[in-house]
């Protein structure tokens, strides 16, 4: 649908102005929509905000989601690795101003801020955006927006070169369904302000309006600053254990969805080792499937072959991993915008290199007719498979010489003239990638930008309807999204095999529902299909250690009988179409083992598994010192980086992450925590060339010159998560 008004836009470069340009023409019930994530409008929502705060006339309501704010410390030793942080990534990034003012209670009566996706666990203890908070599909939440009236959409936007376009780049996902909402109401009265940023990656295709597609624009170099970056965390063992369990699940010629965070990482860098080290990929998995859940993975062999077809990507969030997909040569599969088309290649019936067999496949399919119409001329044209330069009068063609021509699709001279120049040629349109928003490192921007032409091409941002539905467009998404897997992560699963998500027992929201139900009705609905829930066997909570596989909990995020296979680091299983009794005999098998005997006797005790059956001997080995076990060695270790897509941290830094991390899953029993001390103390002391990273680490923690006692503590502490954590038979980064 194209977007346009009847002027040009109102261009500014002080906010103020825009502002009362703008509170003139909206009045002073304004309802603000802000994309999620990347995308939002700072500067202007800063400013819309301030003048609210100042004039209680002026009624302001937010609506948005993923809120991005600087890290905040939590103890001395946070704030230490913190803080030069927020002075060196962070230092030039703008905080929006309803953040401080909702953490702290004190937002003004007249503004409402309301989210239906928060950052994961930061306002578990905040009230108002708990009690504003909005549960909802991803897909519900353009009617949403509408139903609640909002009229001003604002957004950061890209210029293109010649500045007749502008690309909502890293958010069209909310964007433009809302604004296609908004155009089936008559009347209906909506502003789409953009911020324009030349740091934001432009992105061709869907993401792009014309300029006068935008009512109000605000652009100056007060506004071209750095994107907010979310540094990749470390991968651990046991989210390379979930990935490379997942990475056994994904067809050749398949479709992926993926989200962003460590499991992320680790799947599509197991999907890279697939592909181009196969030998060490099988080896490792079979060490891996030894024992545990492989055996209930009935009709799900592993796949362990190199990715010849490749696969494509259709995702709402666009992870850093896909592009590293990409550059790999994994992400090779194109889609096209056509159903027929797409079976064509699908089946190989055509190549996507146009011959004269194309022309007789789409007329064999009945996709295009003998003679051509118009409609078939504008079709053949679009994707590249017949002459630009013919142009369609009756059932004739004009050659460029001006003179009439039969070219009839039964006659070898006559399919020759109509593919003309684009005989030998790709097909046209080809696209590798949907997606709805993207987010993440600094080194993720910065490989957008730099991507060329055809690669930046094949890759098309676009609403989240496209992308999380099939309800529009139904039977092209089935031609393209063949043997399609939804992978997304979870915080707990029952033993029954539903899924929590987004929210705790008491109801606090950890984050939202955003797209994993429509993904999981995806996975339900497509041929072929399946959704892969993840997650860690355990986490630590307030320093004890719980199994994330559970007997039962008061709120689901995916009800039970929508489950399908859950993976954990210990193996991956089917419980699609399984008795309840099989479901949490299969849940077991990927159970951390110290968990596995209290879950059999609550599932006994309630008959939903046999009083005879015992836990099977293999599943015992379902511990971290076994999963670590099957890691040492120094062939696999080399292949197993701390961060494989790289990170925007400095050496220092990313060693430091990696030993925090190690610090929050540590038993903090007082014993150990000694045991740690004196190890850190006889670590701080060393100064052989071995130990220098520990002291450079140190130094970068300002630890290097602290005398007091408390302090000397937290470094020794510090130090000895260093040496625990960090192998020196595995790097830090892959090269």
């Known amino acids: 649908m194209e977007f346009s008004h009847k002027g040009p836009p109102e261009t500014f470069s002080n906010v103020e102005a825009c502002i009362d340009k703008l509170l003139q023409v909206v009045g002073k019930q304004v309802v603000l929509g802000l994309p999620l994530g ?92 708990q009690q504003h908070h909005v549960s909802a599909n991803y897909t519900q939440v353009p009617g949403e927006l509408i139903n609640r009236g909002v009229n001003v959409i604002a957004q950061m936007v890209a ?118 080290q196969g030998s060490l990929f099988e080896r490792l998995l079979d060490d891996l499937v030894e024992g545990g859940g492989e055996c209930y993975r ?100 004009l050659t460029p010489d001006g003179e009439e021509e039969e070219c009839d699709l039964h006659s070898e001279h006559g399919r020759r003239r109509l593919i003309g120049s684009c005989l030998n040629n790709k097909i046209v349109g080809g696209t590798w990638l949907h997606g709805g928003f993207y987010l993440g490192p600094e080194l993720m921007y910065r490989e957008l930008r730099e991507l060329d032409l055809q690669e930046r091409d094949g890759l098309d941002m676009i609403d989240i309807y496209f992308t999380n539905d099939l309800r529009c467009q139904r039977a092209l998404k089935v031609a393209q999204r063949q043997h399609a897997r939804f992978i997304n992560s979870a915080m707990m699963v029952t033993l029954g095999g539903a899924v929590v998500s987004d929210a705790l027992a008491d109801n606090r929201v950890v984050s939202g529902v955003g797209g994993q139900y429509n993904f999981v009705a995806q996975a339900w609905d497509l041929p072929g299909a399946r959704s892969i829930i993840a997650l860690p066997s355990v986490s630590m909570r307030d320093g004890v250690c719980e199994s994330n596989i559970v007997w039962e909990y008061s709120h689901a995020t995916i009800p039970r009988h929508l489950r399908d296979i859950v993976v954990t680091e210990y193996g991956a299983v ?74 925007d941290f400095t050496d220092e830094e990313a060693l430091l992450a990696v030993a925090l991390q190690h610090l929050r899953a540590a038993d903090k029993s007082g014993w150990k925590k000694l045991t740690s001390i004196f190890k850190g103390r006889r670590v701080w002391h060393d100064k052989s060339p071995d130990a220098d990273y520990i002291q450079r680490c140190l130094q970068r923690m300002g630890y290097d010159h602290t005398e007091t006692y408390e302090h000397r503590l937290e470094a020794y502490i510090v130090a000895a998560a260093l040496e625990e954590s960090i192998d020196p038979r595995r790097p830090l980064r892959r090269e």
């Open 38 to 129: 990347l995308g939002k409008a700072n500067h202007f929502v800063n400013t819309l905000y301030a003048r609210a705060a100042q004039d209680p006339s002026i009624s302001l309501t937010i609506f948005t989601a993923l809120t991005l704010e600087r890290p905040r410390a939590k103890g001395d030793i946070s704030r230490r690795f913190i803080q030069p942080l927020l002075d060196s990534i962070y230092s030039q990034y703008q905080d929006l101003a309803y953040v401080p003012a909702r953490r702290k209670g004190y937002l003004p009566s007249n503004i409402r801020v309301i989210e239906f996706f928060m950052q994961p666990g930061s306002l578990l203890g905040n009230s108002y955006a």
């Open 574 to 647: 089917d419980l699609r179409g399984k008795t309840d009794r099989d479901v949490m005999v299969a849940m077991l098998s990927i159970c951390d083992a110290r968990f596995q005997a209290g879950l059999l006797e609550r599932a006994k005790r309630a008959g939903k598994i046999e009083k005879s059956f015992s836990i099977p001997e293999r599943f015992n080995k379902n511990t971290p010192e076994y999963l670590a076990g099957v890691f040492d060695s120094e062939k696999y270790l080399a292949e197993l980086p701390h961060y494989p897509l790289g990170t």
């Open 159 to 276: 210029p293109s070169e010649q500045g007749d376009k502008y690309s909502l780049s890293c958010n069209p996902d909310l964007t433009r369904p809302v604004l296609e909402l908004a155009a089936q109401h008559k009347n209906y009265p909506i502003y789409l302000l953009g911020e324009v940023n030349t740091q934001l990656p432009y992105i061709d295709g869907s993401s792009e309006l014309p300029a006068n597609a935008f009512d109000f624009l605000l652009a100056g170099e007060a506004f071209n600053t750095p994107l907010f970056a979310l540094p990749a965390l470390p991968v651990t063992y046991t989210e390379y254990g979930i990935a490379f369990h997942i990475a056994s699940l994904i067809e050749d010629g398949g479709t992926l969805q993926l989200g962003i965070g460590a499991i992320g990482d680790a799947v599509c860098h197991a999907l890279r080792l697939r592909h181009q």
């Open 298 to 397: 009935e009709g799900l062999p592993p796949r362990t072959e190199p990715f010849r077809r490749g696969l494509y990507a259709a995702s709402e969030m666009v992870p850093h991993g896909f592009l590293h997909l990409r550059r790999m040569g994994v992400l090779t599969r194109k889609v096209y915008a056509d159903a027929t088309l797409q079976h064509l290649l699908d089946s190989d019936q055509i190549t996507d290199t146009v011959q004269e067999e194309t022309l007789l496949a789409l007329k064999n399919a009945g996709r295009i007719h003998c003679p051509l119409t118009m409609a078939d001329t504008e079709f053949l044209q679009r994707f590249g498979i017949i002459d630009p330069s013919y142009s369609w009068r009756g059932h004739k063609l």
